[in-house]
């Protein structure tokens, strides 16, 4: 190289290298800051897409969850079912019936011959494909939390799901979300870095939760909600998860704030699962309730 050169190039150099610093910073930062209010500011309401849910990608693809980073969304739910071959896949249903081109179960198709069928947005294929776990996990480290809603059964999938969790370095960033409870003494065994939210069916599965170590979140329903004991999870340290799906969200849609109104006459919660997160993140900034 010319010797002429050597300062251009050596700014060049710094320049790039300061630009990626400062990019991987600010990442960091975000994380960083949705982890400390999740952990340090309980009065800040944090919003989860359920199944990255908006009004422009199909559900559970990788450009909805892009969707949902562009636009501050905290959580991002998404839900893992297995191939033939054995590898963690993002669908809901057992079957790719009503998200995609093709038919079938998840598990009589192998990786490969699920990435040949288009996910639907309505009734319009698009060009998004069935990502995988590793995929999202690509796309969201370091930017957002994740809830993990595990359609599958047993340890060895469990396992096989921290293996990749760890692969990224990830832990903190998920949320393992348990229908029964009872497993979760047993899944914490494998990794104590990775955050267990129970769900809980009553009050009474609530102090049983309770009795456990190293729960931060526990997911209630509407049905047995009472002011004085969610007020005393919340102060206790507990993130309380609710859901507007349904009831909340459809109200919503027929007319602005309604739905978001009613349920937050439900003092005592502060982590909302919702089919319009933009609309709630809206919502809940105009009202000094998120960042």
Do not use: C
């Not at 937050?264 to 009202?287: A, F, G, M, W």
């Amino acid at each position: 190289m010319n010797s002429s050169l050597y300062p251009i190039w050596n700014k060049f150099i710094f320049t790039l290298l300061l630009f990626l610093s400062l990019s991987s910073l600010a990442q960091e930062t975000k994380l960083d800051s949705n982890l400390n209010d999740y952990h340090n500011h309980p009065e800040q309401i944090l919003v989860a897409a359920h199944r990255a849910t908006n009004p422009n990608y199909p559900e559970n693809s990788l450009a909805a969850i892009s969707e949902s980073i562009r636009i501050g969304v905290d959580i991002v739910e998404i839900d893992i079912r297995k191939s033939k071959d054995g590898e963690l896949v993002i669908m809901h249903d057992k079957t790719i019936d009503r998200t995609t081109n093709g038919t079938g179960k998840v598990d009589d198709f192998t990786l490969a011959e699920l990435k040949e069928f288009k996910l639907k947005f309505g009734d319009a294929n698009t060009d998004e494909q069935i990502p995988t776990f590793e995929e999202v996990l690509q796309l969201t480290k370091g930017k957002m939390l994740l809830d993990v809603d595990f359609k599958l059964e047993g340890e060895a999938a469990v396992r096989q799901t921290f293996d990749m969790i760890e692969k990224y370095g990830m832990e903190k960033q998920i949320l393992f979300f348990l229908y029964d409870f009872p497993e979760t003494s047993q899944y914490q065994k494998l990794n104590r870095d990775i955050k267990i939210m129970p769900r809980a069916y009553s009050r009474k599965d609530i102090r049983a939760i309770r009795k456990l170590e190293d729960i931060s979140i526990i997911h209630i329903d509407e049905s047995y909600y009472r002011d004085g004991t969610m007020r005393r999870l919340i102060k206790s340290g507990y993130r309380v998860w609710i859901n507007a799906l349904g009831k909340y969200d459809s109200m919503e849609t027929e007319a602005k704030n309604s739905g978001f109104d009613a349920l937050l006459s439900r003092k005592y919660v502060n982590v909302i699962q919702t089919d319009l997160p933009e609309e709630l993140l809206s919502y809940l900034r105009s009202r000094n309730l998120h960042r």
